[in-house]
């Protein structure tokens, strides 16, 4: 904390900045890559990149080939229908204890697709992003939020402090000594892209608005399990009746789905649940698509299953609206190549701002606390780069792993998916190992070392799954050449990076601040 | 070369410590009792639909924190950031538990 007011914003946005950066890191690269975490997914789970289906999906003849797999007593079943990026459909239930599990469908030969023993993205990178996989008392969630306050006070202390922030935008001076051109990156990154970085943290936030602001509903309804239905089924919609105990049938879905849709005003249906399965007061939920939508809509309807009748109808009131339009630009679950890859290269600038930042600290600090005798610099040094190339190097290990590792591999108890995500922290261990052994060569050997793994990953997908093709003949097949497109990229960007680093002359006097 | 002697560098360090336990602490402690204020009212006073006006008042959250946060770190009293965001929090809660009666009611009646 300074004298004056630029002064106290120079301290809080230094030391936010130092503390809260490699968690911070870490949420915008897993955030950068589940831009494209549907298409990662086609890349790690090779037996769902199905060509696009010229028929309409019945969710009849779908019920029939996946009903066998349903057990006695199960609680829920659902099929989430094939879309543009996702090409299969994913049929989903819930046993009678409550565990979940899932399989693909190939949605133009009705026939199963062999359990592909994957997380991928959408099961590990994603999740890694919101909650960092650390579940006890939701403490990754708070993490998360905690993070996030963490940026918009960066961001906004960052603007702050600046002088001159508009020549900023075009001064890169890539040659002088790094920590000159870190700082320089560092400013254009975070001013070229500050409305994406401001809106995408304040989204993200107001996305777990119920979990990190829970003051607010236990005050207007109370506390207690019957204020907290209350609040959901007013706020989100949910319709529940308990289970007859008899039995019951089940009326033709793509009935229900033409029903829907027409009641929608040509809205496609996003997935079909049915609740009670077998019952009599056994009943089906659906709920509408916002793959043209940019508010992730919770228009839902609610079928009896036996009758055919209508239930329940829901749609967002406007302020839930709002929360719902402000979830779908962080979520963006929309279809549109052009918006998902600036976003995507949004997302990247976020983490080179992240990056040189802290490059830029160690820079400044380093003559200072060898000087004085002090740790600083080397703690911080070694859990930045951890913290940066430890976590990109790992996530490759993730990829990897998953073209290396055998179908049914396992080992000490965990499956296949989990020693995939056990490659991944136990590399990413290594890395932090490493920066601790030798943080001068840390930075451009973990630079190298994402480069040759990016073109490792590149030559597994080829070698494993067939040689890329040159024109991809599908959707999913097009999503698989991006990935291979984006690793090589990466490769590429790692060299770029390791040769800077290593060219550099360290400086020999701290350089004077902005 | 220590510029400063250790008993002042603790204190400094201690300063610093109070000061972000504080700002992040007592901030969000603030933060939340006048956003479950405002949804209070929102619902009651302005006759919002109870989930509106539960919606409308956590989203706006994230916006009052920050404020807090940056006034927090700016203001160099640090007396008054205590007795702002201790006040704000005190006054807060004490106005939803007096209010809290008038929400209760409904699911009481309909559950």
Same mark, same amino acid.
């Given at each position: 904390?300074?004298?004056?007011?630029?002064?106290?914003?120079?301290?809080?946005?230094?030391?936010?900045?130092?503390?809260?950066?490699?968690?911070?890191?870490?949420?915008?690269?897993?955030?950068?890559?589940?831009?494209?975490?549907?298409?990662?997914?086609?890349?790690?789970?090779?037996?769902?990149?199905?060509?696009?289906?010229?028929?309409?999906?019945?969710?009849?003849?779908?019920?029939?080939?996946?009903?066998?797999?349903?057990?006695?007593?199960?609680?829920?079943?659902?099929?989430?229908?094939?879309?543009?990026?996702?090409?299969?459909?994913?049929?989903?239930?819930?046993?009678?204890?409550?565990?979940?599990?899932?399989?693909?469908?190939?949605?133009?030969?009705?026939?199963?697709?062999?359990?592909?023993?994957?997380?991928?993205?959408?099961?590990?990178?994603?999740?890694?992003?919101?909650?960092?996989?650390?579940?006890?008392?939701?403490?990754?969630?708070?993490?998360?939020?905690?993070?996030?306050?963490?940026?918009?006070?960066?961001?906004?202390?960052?603007?702050?402090?600046?002088?001159?922030?508009?020549?900023?935008?075009?001064?890169?001076?890539?040659?002088?000594?790094?920590?000159?051109?870190?700082?320089?990156?560092?400013?254009?990154?975070?001013?070229?892209?500050?409305?994406?970085?401001?809106?995408?943290?304040?989204?993200?936030?107001?996305?777990?608005?119920?979990?990190?602001?829970?003051?607010?509903?236990?005050?207007?309804?109370?506390?207690?399990?019957?204020?907290?239905?209350?609040?959901?089924?007013?706020?989100?919609?949910?319709?529940?009746?308990?289970?007859?105990?008899?039995?019951?049938?089940?009326?033709?879905?793509?009935?229900?789905?033409?029903?829907?849709?027409?009641?929608?005003?040509?809205?496609?249906?996003?997935?079909?649940?049915?609740?009670?399965?077998?019952?009599?007061?056994?009943?089906?939920?659906?709920?509408?698509?916002?793959?043209?939508?940019?508010?992730?809509?919770?228009?839902?309807?609610?079928?009896?299953?036996?009758?055919?009748?209508?239930?329940?109808?829901?749609?967002?009131?406007?302020?839930?609206?709002?929360?719902?339009?402000?979830?779908?630009?962080?979520?963006?679950?929309?279809?549109?190549?052009?918006?998902?890859?600036?976003?995507?290269?949004?997302?990247?600038?976020?983490?080179?701002?992240?990056?040189?930042?802290?490059?830029?600290?160690? @820079? !400044?600090?380093?003559? /200072?606390? =060898?000087?004085?005798? #002090?740790?600083? +610099?080397?703690? *911080?040094?070694? %859990?930045?780069? &951890?913290?940066?190339?430890?976590?990109?190097?790992?996530?490759?290990?993730?990829?990897?792993?998953?073209?290396?590792?055998?179908?049914?591999?396992?080992?000490?108890?965990?499956?296949?998916?989990?020693?995939?995500?056990?490659?991944?922290?136990?590399?990413?261990?290594?890395?932090?190992?490493?920066?601790?052994?030798?943080?001068?060569?840390?930075?451009?050997?973990?630079?190298?070392?994402?480069?040759?793994?990016?073109?490792?990953?590149?030559?597994?997908?080829?070698?494993?799954? @067939? !040689?890329?093709?040159? /024109?991809? =003949?599908?959707?999913? #097949?097009?999503? +698989?050449?991006? *990935?291979?497109? %984006?690793?090589? &990229?990466?490769?590429?960007?790692?060299?770029?990076?390791?040769?800077?680093?290593?060219?550099?002359?360290?400086?020999?006097?701290?350089?004077?601040?902005? | 070369?220590?510029?400063?002697?250790?008993?002042?560098?603790?204190?400094?360090?201690?300063?610093?410590?109070?000061?972000?336990?504080?700002?992040?602490?007592?901030?969000?402690?603030?933060?939340?009792?006048?956003?479950?204020?405002?949804?209070?009212?929102?619902?009651?006073?302005?006759?919002?639909?109870?989930?509106?006006?539960?919606?409308?008042?956590?989203?706006?959250?994230?916006?009052?924190?920050?404020?807090?946060?940056?006034?927090?770190?700016?203001?160099?009293?640090?007396?008054?950031?205590?007795?702002?965001?201790?006040?704000?929090?005190?006054?807060?809660?004490?106005?939803?538990?007096?209010?809290?009666?008038?929400?209760?009611?409904?699911?009481?009646?309909?559950?």
């Amino acid at each position: 904390m300074g004298g004056t007011f630029r002064q106290s914003m120079a301290w809080l946005h230094t030391w936010a900045g130092v503390v809260i950066g490699t968690l911070l890191f870490a949420i915008f690269w897993m955030g950068t890559l589940s831009v494209f975490d549907r298409e990662i997914d086609r890349w790690m789970m090779p037996g769902t990149r199905l060509a696009a289906s010229t028929q309409a999906f019945s969710l009849d003849r779908a019920a029939a080939v996946v009903g066998p797999l349903l057990p006695a007593g199960a609680s829920q079943w659902r099929i989430d229908l094939p879309t543009e990026r996702v090409p299969a459909a994913r049929f989903s239930f819930r046993d009678s204890a409550g565990n979940p599990a899932v399989r693909w469908l190939d949605p133009a030969r009705y026939a199963l697709i062999p359990d592909q023993e994957t997380l991928a993205a959408t099961g590990f990178l994603f999740p890694f992003h919101y909650r960092l996989h650390l579940k006890w008392m939701d403490l990754g969630y708070w993490l998360v939020g905690f993070a996030g306050m963490a940026m918009l006070a960066l961001l906004f202390s960052g603007v702050l402090i600046h002088r001159k922030i508009f020549a900023e935008l075009f001064t890169f001076r890539p040659h002088r000594r790094l920590q000159r051109s870190s700082l320089d990156l560092h400013n254009l990154t975070g001013v070229m892209c500050l409305p994406f970085h401001f809106i995408i943290t304040l989204s993200g936030l107001i996305v777990f608005v119920g979990l990190y602001f829970p003051q607010a509903h236990l005050a207007a309804y109370g506390a207690g399990k019957a204020a907290k239905a209350a609040y959901t089924a007013e706020a989100s919609g949910r319709y529940t009746r308990p289970a007859a105990g008899a039995p019951g049938r089940l009326v033709s879905l793509d009935g229900l789905v033409d029903r829907a849709e027409r009641e929608w005003g040509g809205g496609r249906v996003n997935f079909v649940r049915v609740w009670h399965p077998g019952d009599a007061d056994s009943y089906v939920e659906l709920r509408r698509s916002y793959a043209q939508d940019l508010p992730m809509n919770l228009d839902q309807i609610y079928f009896d299953a036996g009758s055919g009748a209508v239930l329940h109808r829901f749609a967002a009131a406007p302020v839930m609206g709002a929360q719902r339009l402000i979830a779908g630009l962080h979520l963006i679950q929309f279809e549109h190549w052009t918006l998902r890859w600036l976003y995507f290269l949004a997302g990247l600038s976020g983490c080179v701002m992240i990056a040189t930042g802290f490059l830029f600290w160690i @820079g !400044a600090r380093r003559v /200072r606390h =060898a000087q004085r005798g #002090l740790a600083g +610099v080397r703690v *911080v040094e070694g %859990l930045a780069i &951890g913290a940066v190339t430890g976590i990109v190097i790992a996530t490759l290990a993730f990829f990897a792993a998953n073209r290396l590792l055998p179908p049914g591999a396992s080992l000490a108890g965990q499956d296949r998916a989990g020693l995939e995500m056990a490659a991944f922290y136990l590399v990413w261990l290594v890395t932090f190992v490493h920066a601790g052994w030798r943080p001068a060569a840390a930075w451009r050997e973990q630079a190298w070392a994402i480069a040759g793994l990016a073109l490792l990953c590149v030559s597994l997908n080829a070698v494993t799954t @067939g !040689a890329p093709l040159l /024109r991809p =003949a599908s959707p999913a #097949l097009r999503a +698989v050449a991006g *990935v291979d497109a %984006l690793l090589l &990229g990466l490769a590429l960007l790692a060299a770029l990076g390791a040769r800077q680093l290593g060219a550099a002359p360290r400086p020999t006097a701290p350089v004077a601040r902005p | 070369m220590k510029q400063r002697t250790p008993p002042a560098r603790w204190r400094r360090r201690g300063a610093v410590a109070a000061r972000v336990l504080l700002v992040v602490g007592a901030g969000y402690a603030c933060t939340s009792a006048l956003i479950a204020l405002a949804a209070l009212v929102l619902a009651q006073v302005f006759g919002l639909a109870r989930s509106e006006a539960v919606v409308s008042a956590a989203m706006s959250g994230f916006v009052l924190y920050l404020a807090i946060l940056l006034w927090g770190f700016a203001e160099p009293r640090l007396w008054r950031v205590s007795a702002w965001l201790a006040g704000g929090a005190v006054v807060g809660h004490q106005l939803v538990h007096w209010l809290a009666p008038l929400a209760a009611a409904p699911i009481a009646a309909a559950g």
